[in-house]
């Protein structure tokens, strides 16, 4: 804790310097960089995943080159201490990278995101160096005239066991160049380039700084008489009567009596036949409008605004399966009416959007997915009492390999279930001793399962110790209950 706050404090300070100070363009180059570092070595490498006492901390200096709307390099030099997997001790890190940034920036927009990679190599002191290939994406927020916030994440993969990592960084840029951009007037106008519409051109302010020829207060771009001072897009209100042509008066049409018959809305369908008299309409709707000309007139469609189908008043139906889109909870996918729409795969009566084991039959009540099998139970009952290890160490005895082969054939009949294996000892000992005896034999097991080929995704293991007894520790009976190692089938 100490180490985030002192590293938290500088980064506050050196933000606290910037805010006073626009993202990096052409007239504006360089940048400095700085930036707080949260580092995983345990989640990309063999083992488990990261507590948050696992993450370890650093920071970075940067310099920043742009060197066009879309491409930034950039090289890192990178500070902090690491905590490896299975390493006891605590190591410091020195790093140095060269990194390609790809990037979508346009001057207008508030976040420029961008992707990177590049390559870079980490002294960790003595023998311990190794190069590393970061890559990952970014994001700089342009909250302040020259400076930016930057949020980082990546993966640094390295070919050195133990040492690809994952990357979190949080910090800012600040731009190095020339006068503050609010300043800079490239025609002297004495309206600053960044509310300057003409920028090389010279103009009054009232335009924004664009050229006014005839000094009316419309900018020549946008004045129809650049030259004569008016008020209506720049022209006099005689010069704009005499630009817009005279629109000759329609001629009077006699009217004469009709023989034909009667259709008020002309849309013709006789009013004797249309449904809707005083809306024109189309033959097929019987005279009545149809919006979307689906074939179902607007007063029959519940969907008058999307083109449907009949059977369901007008409404869409994207996947065919005969429920309305709207009704629909897998409107892309054709399902039955009794799941709303969605499928149901293995016909276990569980739609897929609620079945762990979509493509395997199961039960209703478990999830759609096969209830574990009587025997199956007892073989992993039998696994708690059966597993022996050698005394006082983690390491399997060969007895136990025929058990663990049992474990690994019911995986296999069951491949939507996973097993998490824990580890329990008796209270005879040191109790942080026992939690990690316990915690290396569960591990055993674990790898056992992974040797039969099975991804660690479906395998987790931990050690309890002495914390849950099943029986009295008072007997030597009860101990022996006590030390034992248990298989829990789950699904996810």
Not at 98 to 123: D, M, R, S, W
Not at 164 to 170: H, K, P, R
Not at 309 to 331: E, I, R, Y
Request: net charge negative.
């Amino acid at each position: 804790m100490n180490k985030i706050l002192t590293v938290s404090t500088i980064y506050v300070l050196l933000f606290l310097t910037s805010v006073s100070l626009n993202a990096q363009t052409e007239e504006m180059p360089n940048a400095l960089g700085f930036k707080v570092l949260f580092l995983d070595y345990f989640t990309p490498n063999d083992g488990p995943s990261a507590t948050l006492d696992d993450i370890s901390n650093g920071f970075e200096f940067s310099y920043n080159r742009y060197l066009n709307n879309y491409l930034d390099v950039a090289v890192p030099l990178r500070f902090g201490i690491i905590d490896l997997p299975n390493d006891i001790d605590n190591h410091s890190l020195i790093g140095l990278d060269a990194i390609l940034k790809a990037k979508y920036y346009k001057p207008e927009n508030l976040v420029t995101p961008y992707a990177y990679t590049g390559g870079g190599f980490v002294f960790q002191g003595g023998d311990e160096n190794y190069f590393q290939v970061p890559i990952g994406i970014g994001f700089n927020f342009h909250t302040w005239k020259r400076a930016a916030l930057n949020l980082q994440a990546g993966y640094r993969f390295s070919p050195t066991e133990n040492r690809s990592n994952l990357e979190l960084g949080v910090g800012f840029l600040v731009n190095l160049g020339p006068a503050d951009p609010e300043d800079r007037d490239k025609d002297g106008d004495g309206t600053p380039d960044y509310r300057d519409n003409c920028p090389n051109e010279k103009g009054p302010k009232r335009t924004m700084g664009c050229p006014d020829r005839d000094k009316d207060g419309v900018a020549n771009k946008d004045d129809k008489c650049p030259d004569i001072p008016g008020t209506i897009e720049g022209c006099p209100e005689e010069e704009k009567e005499e630009m817009e042509p005279e629109i000759e008066p329609e001629k009077e049409t006699e009217v004469t009596p009709s023989t034909e018959v009667a259709d008020a809305d002309g849309d013709g369908v006789p009013d004797a036949n249309d449904d809707c008299p005083t809306e024109a309409g189309t033959l097929a709707t019987r005279g009545c409008p149809d919006s979307d000309g689906d074939g179902v007139a607007n007063k029959d469609d519940v969907c008058p605004d999307e083109s449907g189908v009949a059977a369901l008043n007008g409404c869409p139906d994207a996947d065919g399966d005969g429920v309305a889109n709207s009704n629909d909870n897998c409107p892309n996918t054709a399902g039955l009416t009794q799941f709303n729409g969605c499928p149901d795969s293995d016909n276990d009566g569980v739609a897929n959007p609620n079945d762990k084991c979509p493509d395997t039959p199961g039960s209703i009540n478990n999830f759609g997915c096969p209830e574990i099998g009587q025997e199956e139970k007892d073989a992993l009952a039998l696994a708690t009492r059966a597993i022996r290890f050698e005394t006082g160490k983690a390491s399997l005895k060969t007895s136990s390999f025929a058990v663990l082969d049992k474990i690994a054939s019911i995986l296999n009949r069951y491949p939507n279930y996973n097993v998490s294996i824990a580890g329990h000892t008796d209270a005879i000992g040191n109790s942080d001793n026992n939690r990690l005896l316990s915690e290396e034999r569960a591990k055993a097991c674990f790898n056992y399962l992974l040797s039969k080929g099975f991804d660690s995704s479906r395998i987790s293991f931990i050690g309890y110790g002495e914390t849950q007894p099943i029986s009295t520790n008072s007997t030597k009976e009860g101990r022996r209950l006590n030390r034992r190692v248990e298989f829990n089938l789950y699904l996810e």
